[in-house]
């Protein structure tokens, strides 16, 4: 082994990196090879000089204007942090705005299969209309004067040609409302 | 939206504020001198330790958890002298430093301070970016070969690796400045 395989051990010893065992092998080369006590004694002089530098003291004037520049930022980021939270809830108020408007009403196709029509069942007031099978573009729309929402809708099968017939049944059996439209709801 | 510092919630921030401003004390020389010791320029260790601290205070309940700010703050403060030094100049090789031109017997007893820290810095400059840290956290900051594993996320096997070469790196770099031959 030529002094070039020392070196690396030799570092680590001058630093106390070695397990005992292989500081005392490489005790035993050094003292016999006079360009690896060169070394050992280079790298003791050095780690000496860079430690003593290194433990100098630093001007405290750079650690106060660490200090003073953290704090200022901290002090500052409750502002920013509002900003933020005005945008969040603007960009909220806006995203529930289009969902709402996207689920307005007469964008919502609503399916009946064979509707058994349970209101008009227990107003008594329709038991003549049969069950209807309805599948279209439906906008309601209340009549003034009703006071309260319908609470459900039966229809005639469309006809193509015809206009539609809408009975709209409220809570009081002597109500009845009937909506007629165009056959595009209007 | 302007905030004021009135009120019972301003009074709990201030002391909060207060509170920090303690814990930056504690440790303001470890981030600052590792910081300074890897990038070689006050400046750029005083920006680096100033958003150390911002994360510190981002992460407190994390760190508190950990129970080790020591650890915490030498990976941060790496991490963010590396992302710092990829932008800056490369180290320079041991063959370009400058030799001390002195008569004295021993020219390192003739040093000013800013001389001296000026051989530590580039020495350090010397070294390779990941040399200098294990060196740094080793045998400056004097983290034992795990912990400086753990805070360069390597191997104990790579560190002591790049410490020895390191070692060396750096004795070279002194003899040469000092035109001494031991």
């Known amino acids: 082994m030529n002094c070039v395989d020392w070196e690396e051990r030799i570092a680590l010893y001058a630093g106390g990196d070695l397990a005992p065992a292989e500081g005392q092998a490489v005790e035993r080369h050094v003292a016999e090879c006079a360009g690896c006590q060169m070394l050992l004694s280079g790298l003791r002089e050095s780690l000496r000089l860079v430690r003593e530098v290194h433990g100098e003291p630093v001007e405290a004037a750079h650690f106060a204007a660490v200090r003073a520049r953290v704090l200022a930022e901290l002090e500052r980021a409750p502002a920013r942090r509002w900003r933020f939270a005005w945008g969040f809830a603007m960009a909220a108020a806006a995203a529930v705005l289009l969902i709402a408007m996207w689920q307005r009403p007469e964008r919502k196709t609503v399916t009946h299969a064979l509707v058994p029509a349970p209101v008009v069942s227990r107003g008594g007031v329709d038991a003549d209309l049969p069950p209807a099978r309805v599948s279209r573009t439906v906008r309601p729309r209340h009549k003034a004067g009703s006071g309260r929402p319908p609470r459900t809708m039966a229809s005639a099968p469309p006809e ?16 009845v409302i009937y909506w007629i439209t165009g056959t595009k709801g209007e | 939206m302007a905030q004021t510092m009135d009120g019972p919630n301003a009074r ?5 504020l207060a509170g920090f401003e303690a814990v930056m004390r ?15 320029n006050i400046e750029d260790a005083k920006d ?25 703050l030498y990976r941060v403060t790496v991490n963010l002298c590396h992302d710092v030094g990829r932008k800056r100049r490369p180290s320079i090789a041991v063959e370009d430093v400058p030799e001390l031109v ?3 017997a021993d020219p390192q007893q003739t040093l000013t301070g800013a001389e001296r820290q000026r051989v530590l810095q580039m020495s350090l400059r010397a070294l390779s970016e990941k040399e200098r840290a294990a060196l740094v956290l080793r045998d400056l900051e004097g983290l034992s070969t795990g912990e400086v594993a753990r805070a360069l996320g390597s191997s104990e096997a790579t560190v ?11 004795r070279d770099f ?6 001494r031959r031991v």
Not at chain 2, 26 to 40: I, K, N, P, S, W
Not at chain 2, 160 to 170: F, N
């Open chain 1, 160 to 175: 193509p040609a015809e206009p539609m017939v809408v009975k709209l049944l409220t809570n009081d059996p002597d109500v």
């Open chain 2, 102 to 104: 002195s008569g004295a």
């Open chain 2, 48 to 72: 680096v330790s100033q958003e150390v601290f911002l994360r510190l205070y981002r992460n407190l309940g994390k760190v508190e958890a950990e129970k080790n700010y020591p650890a915490w």
């Open chain 2, 26 to 40: 504690q440790h303001e020389r470890l981030v600052l001198v590792t910081a300074l010791r890897l990038l070689g």
């Open chain 2, 160 to 170: 002591r690796s790049q410490i020895s070469k390191a070692r060396v790196k750096m």
């Open chain 2, 12 to 16: 709990t921030r201030l002391g909060e």
């Open chain 2, 174 to 179: 002194v003899e040469r400045y000092f035109r």
